[in-house]
């Protein structure tokens, strides 16, 4: 009788992080895949961008690498915002989060 494996795969889900504008330029990459336990939070993410690409610390993200500028936002999925009251919320398994600088300009 075979013995039952027990699979593991929500010890972790993945994410997507897409730069877009300035971060693209800054990042000098299109997207990054990230990897996190379901109770890391999209101030986790933001840390662990800040981590791999530093050229967006002091201009995307906040210097204390735990918040984006005022002016950046994660759209999830392109459809919704994530809130800066969200930001302690847990990111869903495939969520797509593109990174956008919101410029005004006149």
């Known amino acids: 009788m075979k013995k039952k494996v027990k699979i593991t795969g929500m010890d972790t889900i993945q994410v997507t992080v ?3 504008g300035l971060s693209r330029i800054l990042a000098k990459a299109n997207e990054m895949q990230i990897s996190l336990s379901p109770k890391q939070t999209y101030v986790d993410v933001i ?23 005022p002016s950046n936002v994660f759209s999830r999925d392109g459809k919704t915002v994530v809130l800066p009251e969200q930001m302690n919320d847990s990111p869903r398994d ?8 919101l410029l005004a300009g006149g």
């Open 18 to 20: 897409e730069f877009s």
């Open 94 to 101: 495939g969520e797509v989060l593109i990174l956008l600088s």
């Open 47 to 69: 840390r662990m961008v800040a981590e791999k690409y530093p050229s967006l610390v002091g201009d995307v993200i906040d210097p204390s690498k735990s918040v984006l500028f």
